[in-house]
């Protein structure tokens, strides 16, 4: 069964322009990843509903931000896959300055759950959009799909590398294992997000809060 904060998951809009962002009041997350990292099986699996957020054999075919509402107030946004080749160069410049221009300039946006392949990662597209995302002040919690490819002492080897990488270059992140297939993880990343949007909601309660 999903947590609580999925009871009343649903769509909300798909936006392929900046100027077609939606004009909530509310709180965002970001879901951002390679393709094929299992960004869209992961957001599956944490609202509880197999066909949630669109998963596609063929990499690269998230084109759009999409915006889920979880209730009042609250969005999970997911950002196009970075990083496959075969999309021509005109796309990936548009899906670049989209991506770019809402996690940088986003008042709404808390943090970005940053989604990495266990197997591979921190790529150096991964390093580029933790150096480029860190401009923002705005904190990051990295799930490593897949867990179940991995041996337990494999899995626990990759989570200590990158926790050790995480408290020598970007001491607030966090860093968690997950597997869609398995549910692994699913109630750790379902109560940081809990976390996210409890503390967001009061962030925005304070007086001169943007």
């Known amino acids: 069964m999903a947590h609580p904060l999925f009871r009343h998951a649903e769509f909300y809009t798909t936006v ?7 004009q909530t009041t509310g ?5 951002v990843g390679r393709s094929n990292a299992g960004k869209s ?3 599956n699996t944490l609202v509880g509903k197999g066909r949630f957020a669109f998963t596609s054999k063929t990499p690269g075919r ?4 999409n915006f889920f509402q979880l ?18 160069l005109s796309v990936r410049q548009h899906w670049a300055h989209l991506l770019g221009t809402y996690l940088q300039t986003r008042a709404a946006l808390y943090g970005m759950i940053l989604i990495m392949d266990i197997r591979r990662p921190l790529t150096q597209l991964d390093l580029q959009m933790l150096e480029w995302f860190a401009q923002t002040d705005k904190t990051v919690h990295i799930l490593l799909t897949k867990a179940d490819k991995l041996s337990r002492s494999k899995v626990h080897a990759v989570l200590a590398e990158i926790e050790q990488f995480l408290a020598t270059n970007y001491s607030g992140h966090t860093v968690q294992a997950f597997s ?3 549910k692994e993880g699913t109630q750790e990343a ?5 976390s996210w949007f409890d503390k967001g909601s009061d962030e925005q309660l304070l007086p001169n809060s943007s």
């Open 62 to 65: 998230t084109q759009h931000i």
């Open 41 to 43: 099986s992961a957001i």
């Open 71 to 88: 209730g009042e107030n609250r969005f999970m946004v997911d950002l196009p896959g970075y990083g496959y080749a075969r999309v021509p």
């Open 27 to 31: 709180v965002e997350v970001a879901f």
């Open 190 to 194: 379902a109560e940081l997000l809990q």
């Open 16 to 22: 392929n322009h900046l100027r077609d962002l939606p």
């Open 180 to 182: 869609s297939l398995t």
